[in-house]
T-cell receptor, first 116, second 115 residues
């Protein structure tokens, strides 16, 4: 299994500013994923972060709004840029880990972002 | 495009009841299916993972089944307890033999177990 630490756990930000969320994993992983969970909604994948290459964004998400870094195999950051109240969500980092003979997805505790 | 649906959206039961949560997906060519638990304002805790070649997985009072051909999975919770109150999310991954690692989630079932 993988243990994931996310920082900050929550933040309240002014519109127009940016917030960088950090994700640290206790083991080396090839792929890391960033998800968004809007209020009352399920999770939607923002992008896949691979070490040594540009992140791959899903439809509806762009690099200018959600720049991602992946400097090594245990760490990634997601920045939410030029924030508006519509960006208020929980942002979650995820990795694939090997447990009980299978590849399983593990999640951090999430970052609850409120934009005012 | 893969879509995942969970029924019911919310469920309230008295303590001790056995219950079933349902998950359906439109494209049967999945790599695996995973059930998660989410407490309010928190991250996700993995409960059970079923590979596409498997029919079911069990962990304690939880049992998850998978019928890939019909695009359905169920999560069975035996002898429910107030501590089981949470939102339960179903997610599918991959396509056929390849595991992209990307998960597509259902909307979740919010469970309340009353003492």
């Amino acid at each position: 299994s993988a243990v994931i630490s996310q920082k900050p756990s929550r933040d309240i930000c002014q519109r127009g500013t940016s917030l960088t969320i950090q994700c640290q994993v206790d083991s080396q992983v090839t792929m890391m994923f960033w998800y968004r969970q809007q209020p009352g909604q399920s999770l939607t994948l923002i992008a896949t972060a691979n070490q040594g290459s540009e992140a791959t964004y899903e439809s509806g998400f762009v690099i200018d709004k959600f720049p991602i870094s992946r400097p090594n195999l245990t760490f990634s950051t997601l920045t939410v840029s030029n924030m508006s109240p519509e960006d208020s969500s929980i942002y979650l980092c995820s990795v694939g880990g090997y447990r009980r003979g299978n590849t399983e997805a593990f999640f951090g505790q999430g970052t609850r972002l409120t934009v005012v | 495009k893969q879509e995942v649906t969970q029924i019911p959206a919310a469920l309230s039961v008295p303590e001790g009841e056995n219950l079933v949560l349902n998950c359906s997906f439109t494209d049967s060519a999945i790599y695996n299916l995973q059930w998660f638990r989410q407490d309010p304002g928190k991250g996700l805790t993995s409960l059970l993972l079923i590979q596409s070649s498997q029919r079911e997985q069990t962990s304690g009072r939880l049992n998850a089944s998978l019928d890939k051909s019909s695009g359905r999975s169920t999560l069975y919770i035996a002898a429910s307890q107030p501590g089981d109150s949470a939102t339960y999310l179903c997610a599918v991954s991959g396509s056929g033999s390849s595991n992209t690692g990307k998960l597509i989630f259902g909307q979740g079932t919010t469970l309340q177990v009353k003492p």
